[in-house]
């Protein structure tokens, strides 16, 4: 992986399930150290922090779905703050597109 180009963003929240503290996960992983261990690798490493927390908060389904309203806020706070970096960006980080599982 020597010489990549890698953002990372935070996406703090445990809106819509059923137990709180997912929200905690960013700051967990920064604490194991995969940014400096990327870095120490030769990576160009950006941190682009993370975005606001947002907590859970007790929600009865509604056709299945919990905090429906708050979930869809977070993805567009997400997909807004990833535009603005890759706009802001003058040589673009490789984006990946995940690979999807056969059975979809």
């Known amino acids: 992986m020597t ?34 261990q990327l870095r120490a690798r030769g990576s160009d490493v950006a941190d682009d922090g993370d975005l606001p927390v947002t907590r ?13 309203e708050r979930v869809a806020a977070v993805v567009n706070q997400t997909a807004v703050r990833v535009a603005e970096i890759r706009a802001d960006d003058p040589c673009p980080r490789r984006w990946v597109e995940p690979e999807r599982p056969a059975s979809l």
């Open 56 to 68: 859970h908060r007790p929600a009865e389904p509604v056709a299945g779905l919990r905090d429906l």
């Open 3 to 36: 010489g990549a180009r890698v953002g990372v963003l935070g996406v703090p929240t445990s809106a819509g399930s059923y137990n709180a503290g997912q929200d905690k996960a960013p700051a967990a992983w920064r604490s194991a150290g995969p940014v400096d």
